[in-house]
Structure formats: C-alpha cells, structure tokens
C-alpha cells in the first residue's frame, strides 16, 4: 500500500505525458528495425548508428522517469511545499496560488495551514495555454472539495479576482512557462503586482536550463535563470532569493517594492541605460 501511494502520482504523470513515452517506444523499435535490416543485408555502418539510438532513447527514458518522480510525487522534490518555506509563510497568513488546475498542489499546502486561507485562482484557458498534457492533468484532479481554509476562484491571466493591493504573497508553480504567447507572462506578473501589497512576496518555481536537463534532450525547451530574473525586474519587482531543486526546477523569491523603492529603481535603471 505504501508503494501504491508512493508512486501514485508518478503514475498519473506518466500518463498525463503518455505522447512521450509512445514517442520512445517507437524510437527504440525503429532502431532495432535498423539493427535487424543492417544485419540482413549486411549494412554494418548503420548497425552503431541504432545502437547509439538505443542507448541516447533509453539513457532519456530513464532520466524522464526520474524527472517525472522528483517533480510529482509526494515522496519527490515538492516545489510548492519548498516555494512555502521560501516565502516564510506563516500559517494564519493567507496566500493566493495562481494555477492551470492543479487542485492537488493547493489541497497540500491548505493542510500546512490553521487560521490561515489559500485563494486558489485557476487561470487555464486552452487559447492561452494549449499544452495537452494540461487537459490530461486536469481531468485527473480531485474536485474542489469544501474547506474552510480554500477559496477557489476562476479568472483570466489578465484580469485577477481580486482588488488592489490587497494581498501579501502569490505563489506559481510552473505557470508562467505555459503561457505561450509573447508578453503573456509579464502581463500576469504585472497583474499579480497590482493586487498585491508594497513588500508582498511573490514566489515561482519553473525549470530552467542547466547541463542535467541539456543531456535529458528536453532542456532546451526552457528558459535560463537569468531570463526569469529578468523578467521579475521588467515587471516591477524586487529580486530576492533563489533555491536550486537537484537541477531540476528553481525557486525564485521576490518583492513588490514601496513606493519610494519602485521610485529609486526606477531612477537607478534610467541612470544606467
């Protein structure tokens, strides 16, 4: 029963990115066709090139599966649980999670909470963030069960919810990366700027670029870590901390300045361009 629970969640994300896996499937099959055909005719140059296919699909496969675990599992890495610990938050605080659905990861943190409320704003809309592994993943989450401690909120990335400065952290895990279109993800930072508090605390987790997922030929796909520190400056905030998760995913904290902090930043980057 351990095993079952432990794995549970791998499971479903294999699923949820079952394309994939079909994808190798066929890539290895395809090489062995090579290896049988070489050997036939007695094509020897192509037989090191499926081999070498072989072992580059299986050497994916496997670090696939090990990404997969650390990233969803309940035993894994948790992201979320370390983007709470990041932001120091308290648990009579209340936050706001931004998310495409994830019901799972709010349901979590709601647990680490007494006194405190998670605002749990889902912003999926399939012309914004057309990943299919979204539809997957969400069709798979719990529904949103009744808790004292969990307001749930539909919305658009463009438009929160949710008054003016009127809360004091925001957390997205892995969200900004599904927003495809240019200027979509300053547009939701900025909108998350407008609700929060002067020295509110905005904290994300997304994968970045680095030799680990480079060699795992999925790298490339993401952003560096300077983009997303970047980016936080572009959109008005204050960059903090940073937390490195086993070359797989990074936490990054930042601020919404004062007024007179967003004043000298602003004269500071005047001054240097």
Same mark, same amino acid.
């Given at each position: 029963?351990?095993?079952?629970?432990?794995?549970?969640?791998?499971?479903?994300?294999?699923?949820?990115?079952?394309?994939?896996?079909?994808?190798?499937?066929?890539?290895?099959?395809?090489?062995?066709?090579?290896?049988?055909?070489?050997?036939? &005719?007695?094509?020897?140059?192509f037989i090191p090139l499926g081999l070498a296919g072989i072992?580059?699909? #299986?050497?994916?496969?496997?670090?696939?599966?090990?990404?997969?675990?650390?990233?969803?599992?309940?035993? #894994?890495?948790?992201?979320?649980?370390?983007?709470?610990?990041?932001g120091q938050i308290q648990d009579t605080e209340t936050l706001?999670?931004?998310?495409?659905?994830?019901?799972?990861?709010?349901?979590?943190?709601?647990?680490?909470?007494?006194?405190?409320?998670?605002?749990?704003?889902?912003?999926?809309?399939?012309?914004?963030?057309?990943?299919?592994?979204?539809?997957?993943?969400?069709?798979?989450?719990?529904?949103?069960?009744?808790?004292? &401690?969990?307001?749930?909120?539909?919305? /658009?990335?463009?438009?929160?919810?949710?008054?003016?400065?009127?809360?004091?952290?925001?957390?997205?895990? /892995?969200?900004?990366?599904?927003?495809?279109?240019?200027?979509?993800?300053?547009?939701?930072? &900025?909108?998350?700027?407008?609700?929060?508090?002067?020295?509110?605390?905005?904290?994300?987790?997304?994968?970045?670029?680095?030799?680990?997922?480079?060699?795992?030929?999925?790298?490339?796909?993401?952003?560096?870590?300077?983009?997303?520190? /970047?980016?936080?400056?572009?959109?008005?905030?204050?960059?903090?901390?940073?937390?490195?998760?086993?070359?797989?995913?990074?936490?990054?904290?930042?601020?919404?300045?004062?007024p007179y902090e967003a004043q000298q930043m602003a004269l500071?980057?005047?001054?240097?361009?």
């Open positions: 029963m351990h095993n079952e629970r432990r794995f549970q969640e791998t499971i479903r994300a294999i699923q949820n990115e079952w394309p994939t896996f079909v994808g190798i499937y066929g890539g290895i099959v395809l090489c062995l066709i090579i290896i049988g055909v070489s050997l036939q &005719r007695m094509w020897f140059a072992i580059l699909l #299986g050497i994916y496969f496997a670090g696939r599966l090990w990404a997969i675990y650390q990233l969803y599992d309940n035993d #894994g890495i948790r992201p979320h649980d370390v983007l709470f610990d990041l706001v999670y931004v998310d495409l659905g994830n019901r799972r990861r709010g349901l979590n943190l709601a647990r680490r909470l007494t006194t405190g409320k998670i605002i749990m704003v889902d912003i999926y809309n399939p012309q914004w963030t057309p990943g299919q592994h979204l539809v997957r993943q969400r069709a798979g989450m719990p529904m949103a069960v009744p808790d004292p &401690r969990i307001t749930w909120k539909d919305s /658009q990335f463009n438009l929160l919810p949710l008054p003016d400065q009127s809360v004091s952290i925001v957390m997205l895990c /892995q969200v900004l990366s599904e927003l495809w279109q240019q200027g979509d993800q300053e547009i939701l930072l &900025r909108e998350i700027y407008r609700i929060m508090k002067p020295n509110g605390r905005l904290l994300i987790a997304e994968r970045v670029q680095n030799k680990t997922n480079l060699t795992l030929l999925e790298g490339f796909s993401f952003e560096s870590e300077q983009y997303w520190r /970047q980016l936080l400056k572009e959109s008005g905030y204050q960059f903090q901390r940073e937390i490195n998760l086993q070359n797989l995913i990074h936490c990054f904290r930042a601020i919404k300045p004062t500071e980057l005047n001054f240097e361009s």
